[in-house]
């Protein structure tokens, strides 16, 4: 009995140690299964944030996808508006795109129309707002869009500063062609809501607009230009370059120069001394033509616009042709003569200068034609000693060049002919066009000198000719002497020389032996020697001749 309670004693104590692991356990299990939702919370929570993350990534995408699509919709389209140039500036960074846009909307907001003086007057009613003639048949407009203004304060980001400054630039080419070499005082300005109209006479023929309609224009004091900021330094420059052209076409009659001068008052344009102002055009304007590539025009020297300079001199000693070069220097030279400064010598010592420096022509009768107007015009020039040389060296290149020969003398006498025809009558043709009257002989006579002297030298190097060639060749002899029929023969010093050895092509050997005897064949035994032996055939009479030449 009492060992059955000692064992369940024992029984109760091991229970309450089973008790006490089944709380342990218990606990335990507890704590995994907190520790078990804490994961669970966990993965859930990362599962979430990774969920979000790939959502938030293909947003990101797909807000890149949209506005890649809309740039691609935006480079494929033409911004006809300024908002649409605005929209652009946000979706696009290449520079190039935005050139390429920014250019392509401006070149459409200026045009120009050509419309009838009667369709001016119906439209604009000028007479109405101001005492202006209405001389011209055709009206040209230059109608400017606002938006063209706005554009630059578009641009005006410092991120856009390169592509705003090429928009000056070509709005200024653009504009420079437009209005032409008009001047303020010359033109009317109107304007209505969206343009303003730029408006001026036309002296060419051009295609007229007919069915142009403009309403609700207002008439506008030209300082209007003046008002709008971002164009008008692009106008004053226009201006005052056209300043200078008028100045230098109407060969220094400034009456136009007052009036411009006064739109630019209180500007940096304004010109404060015009005599300074004019000197400073000139020397300018002469540097830039001596540093400037020939052009190759020709000007006649008769002209109106520099009579001053010409008219005490004879036009026998004149050309009738100068360079263009020249005649824009001859031009500043005659406005040079009507203004006073006191940097005139100071200025002169520059322009001749400048004028020997212009003298460096391909164009070897170019070259004389102008060196010798200078000589004749400028008679007290400190540079003529070098100008007259230059000329001495055009003239020797131009004879040495005109009668060279490029044609073997043993082609068809036909082409031979054609050859030295058109040799001599292309001379001529240039020479009365560019050497004067007076001179033109002096030309002639060394053009045939030279030619007779380049063929005799020729003719003495030719080792064997045929019978009919020999005929040729007396033919050819006979039709280059008769080429200078005009020309006194004492004046072209191997005129006897070569008129011997054509004489020697159309005798036979008995009467060429008559004749050298008599005195009448002007070469030198050895160069008779020289042509018995190319034309005659071997004979006792030809050997003794020879023989007798050898003496």
Known sequence: MLNEIKNIYKEIQDLDTIFREYKNVKTALRDCENEMSEIELKIES???????????????????????????????????????????????????????????????????????????????????????????????????????????????????????????????MILEDELETILPGELLVYYDLTHFYIIFECFEDYDLNEDQYFSSVSFVNRDFLSNK?????????????????????????????????????????????????????????????????????LVKINNERIASLTKQIDPKFLPEYVSDELFRFLLCM???????????????????RALFKMMN?????????DSTTILRIFPHMKILPQISVLREKYYCEIIKKSTELTISLQDSLMVLKVYFKSKYYDFLEQVKKFVPKNS??????????????????????????????????????????????????????????????????????????????????FLSNEEIKLLVTLLFKESKTRNNFIRYLEL
């Open 46 to 172: 990362n599962e979430k944030q990774l969920i979000q993350q790939n959502i938030d990534k293909l947003e990101i995408e797909y807000i890149n996808i949209i506005n890649e699509i809309k740039k691609i919709d935006i480079c494929s389209k033409e911004c006809y508006k300024l908002s649409d140039i605005k929209i652009m500036l946000e979706y696009i960074t290449d520079s190039e795109i935005l050139m390429t846009k920014c250019k392509n909307f401006l070149s459409s907001l200026i045009y120009d129309i050509y419309i009838t003086k009667d369709n001016l007057i119906k439209y604009f009613n000028p007479e109405s707002y101001c005492n202006v003639k209405l001389d011209s048949k055709v009206y040209k407009i230059v109608k400017i869009s606002n938006d063209l203004n706005d554009l630059f304060d578009v641009l005006k980001d410092e991120n856009h500063s390169v592509i705003r400054n090429k928009c000056l630039h070509m709005s200024k």
């Open 361 to 369: 022509y391909e164009d070897t009768f170019i070259g004389f034609t």
């Open 440 to 521: 033109q002989l002096s030309f002639e006579i060394s053009f045939f000198n030279l030619l007779y002297t380049n063929i005799t030298e020729n003719i003495f190097c030719i080792k064997y000719l045929t019978n009919d060639k020999v005929s040729d060749m007396s033919d050819l002899l006979k039709y280059l002497l008769d080429l200078s029929f005009n020309i006194p023969k004492e004046c072209i010093d191997i005129y006897p020389k070569f008129k011997s050895i054509s004489t020697i092509f159309s005798s036979d050997l008995e009467n060429l032996i008559s004749k050298q005897k008599s005195g009448t064949i």
């Open 229 to 297: 900021k971002n164009l008008k330094n692009i106008f004053y420059e226009i201006f005052k370059n056209n300043l200078i052209t008028r100045l230098l076409e109407n060969s220094g009659k400034n009456n136009f120069l007052v009036d411009t001068n006064d739109f630019f008052k209180n500007t940096e344009y304004f010109i404060t001394d015009i005599n300074e102002w004019i000197l400073d055009c000139l020397m300018k304007e002469i540097i830039i033509i001596s540093k400037s590539k020939k052009s190759g025009k």
């Open 334 to 352: 005659n406005i040079y003569n009507t203004i006073e400064s006191k940097r005139l010598p100071k200025a002169l010592k520059i322009i001749e």
